[in-house]
Structures are given as C-alpha cells and as structure tokens.
C-alpha cells in the first residue's frame, strides 16, 4: 500500500471518529432519552476510535516489528471493541444493557480499557521495550561508575 492511500484511510477513520463525536454530543438528552440510540452512538464511536488506534499504530507497523503477540491482542482488542454491546446485552440479558451488579460492572469497565487502549497493543509494547532497555542501559552504567570508584 502507497503512502497516499494510508494517508486517505487515516483521514477517513479521524473523519469518522470525529463525525461520531460530533454527532454522539450534539444529541444532548435525546441520547439519554432513548437508550437505543444512545448505545448505538456509543457503539459506533468507541469501534471507530478501535479501528482508528488499531491503524494508527498497529496495521501501519506491522511490517516494521516483529510482536505477534501484541499484534494478537492488538486483533481481539478491535473484535471485542465490535462485539462490545451485544456482550453487554448477553451479560445483563437486557437490551439496552443496563442494571448491572457491582461485579459485571467492574468486567464490562476492564472491557471498555481492553477494547479503547488494546488497539495500541504494539505501540505500547514497544514503549515498554525501549523504556527497559534504557533503564538496564542506566543501571548498567552506575555499576560502570561505582566499579571506577572503587577501583
């Protein structure tokens, strides 16, 4: 794929994503008036914003590095940001979801961080990687320091 058609789908997915904001929040009450709608607005914008991430740092790169498993998760992290809603109405056995207990709560909410955060599971673990390396490199370096002092 060319620079431009990557360009083009980056601007598309961004335009997509702010289309579902813009919408979502410039429905003011009707959103919370009618359940379905809102959880509609709420399912589109939270799948743009995975597949937007999930661009952004994960399909873009793939060549680049070689981390199947944040790639993976990176995968399931989009799939569930699709599925999110339906799992929703499975576990309430509502639909729109709504009544959950303390516990189911708690599930959907790491759920929701899964399926917003996930999508940069390549980027991120690539961050930790560098971040490692540099602090084994720092202690690396006072063991240098100390072992010139003393000797």
């Given amino acids: 794929m060319n620079q431009k058609t990557e360009q083009i789908i980056g601007r598309f997915l961004a335009a997509l994503l702010v289309l579902n904001l ?6 003011g009450d009707f959103v919370d008036e009618n359940k379905t709608y809102g959880m ?35 995968r ?26 303390l516990s189911e709560a708690l599930l959907l909410t790491l759920g929701a961080v899964f399926g917003l955060f996930g999508p940069a599971a390549p980027l ?8 490692s390396a540099a602090n084994a490199e720092q202690h690396r370096q006072i063991k240098i320091k100390k072992s010139n002092k003393a000797g």
């Fill in 76 to 101: 399931l992290a989009v799939a569930y940001s699709f599925l999110q809603i339906p799992i929703w109405c499975i576990i309430s056995k509502e639909f729109p979801p709504e009544n959950f207990s």
């Fill in 40 to 74: 509609a607005m709420f399912w589109a914008t939270f799948f743009s914003w995975s597949l937007l991430l999930f661009w952004m740092t994960s399909l873009r790169y793939s060549k680049v590095t070689n981390k199947k498993v944040s790639y993976t998760i990176a």
């Fill in 124 to 131: 991120i673990s690539s961050f930790l990687s560098r971040l």
């Fill in 22 to 27: 813009v919408v979502f929040f410039g429905s």
